[in-house]
């Protein structure tokens, strides 16, 4: 069973920055993303990587969020810059038993963490 931490999630202002932190104990040589759902609102992915470092990102935090992986740390990261109110949720880290192809498909990824705070005021 693959266990997924999530750290790294507070509360900040309107133009903060955070950086959330993901201590996986395998599958970071996979496909692994980030997801978030707020209160009321259904799950939605953030961004992910393949096991090759490339990256995919949603439309509304592309060129704010950046998603990196340390295979050797077993860590996968979210930084987050200029948060915006409308990012506050909970956010989730999940690996999948992919190495490609995955992208923000919640249905293929198989282990996901219990989730992590981000609250931004105005």
């Known amino acids: 069973q693959v266990q997924l931490v999530e750290s790294g999630g507070g509360s900040v202002q309107a133009g903060g920055s955070l950086r959330l932190s993901c201590t996986a104990s395998a599958l970071t040589n996979h496909y692994m993303g980030w997801f978030r759902q707020a209160p009321g609102k259904e799950r939605e992915g953030v961004a992910g990587?393949?096991?090759?470092?490339?990256?995919k990102y949603v439309d509304f935090v592309a060129g704010r969020f950046t998603i990196s992986k340390d295979n050797a740390k077993n860590t996968l990261y979210l930084q987050m810059n200029n948060l915006k109110p409308d990012d506050t949720a909970m956010y989730y880290c999940?690996?999948?038993?992919?190495?490609?192809?995955?992208?923000?498909?919640?249905?293929?990824?198989?282990?996901w963490g219990q989730g992590t705070q981000v609250t931004v005021s105005s």
């Open positions: 999940a690996a999948s038993l992919y190495t490609q192809g995955v992208g923000l498909q919640s249905n293929l990824y198989n282990y």
């Open positions: 990587i393949d096991a090759y470092g490339t990256a």
